[in-house]
């Protein structure tokens, strides 16, 4: 069974940066899909970043390109997200995922079958 582990939420001012972790356990593969997530109070869990489990071509939404970037260390089963230069739009619970029963990249939520349990990012203005 997969297991998945969120740190580094926090608080921060605007224009700040923070670095989230994701520490997976359990069977993965190379290629296993990843996401990252987010969910703001009252909204539906968004996008923000999908990319294979070892290594490959993240993709970012829109609205986090050039301010968000995802990383890995395999040695360590870990993934980063750094996100610099936040706004207060980008407050929320951050999730990351897996989905373990394909190996196609996807920015939709409902196809992820593994998740962390989320770490908090608040952006003062």
């Known amino acids: 069974q997969v297991q998945l582990v969120e740190s580094g939420g926090g608080l921060v001012q605007a224009g700040g940066s923070l670095r989230l972790s994701c520490t997976v356990s359990?069977?993965?593969?190379?290629?296993?899909?990843m996401g990252w997530f987010r969910q703001a109070p009252g909204k539906e869990r968004e996008f923000v970043a999908r990319?294979?489990?070892?290594?490959?071509?993240?993709y970012y939404t829109d609205s986090v390109k050039g301010r968000f970037t995802v990383s890995r260390d395999n040695a360590k089963n870990t993934v980063y997200l750094q996100m610099n230069n936040l706004k207060p739009e980008d407050t929320a619970v951050y999730y990351c995922a897996l989905r373990t029963r394909s190996s196609f990249l996807s920015t939709r939520a409902s196809d992820y079958d593994s998740w962390g349990q989320g770490t908090q990012v608040t952006v003062s203005s």
């Open positions: 990319f294979p489990w070892s290594s490959g071509t993240t």
């Open positions: 359990g069977r993965t593969v190379s290629n296993t899909p």
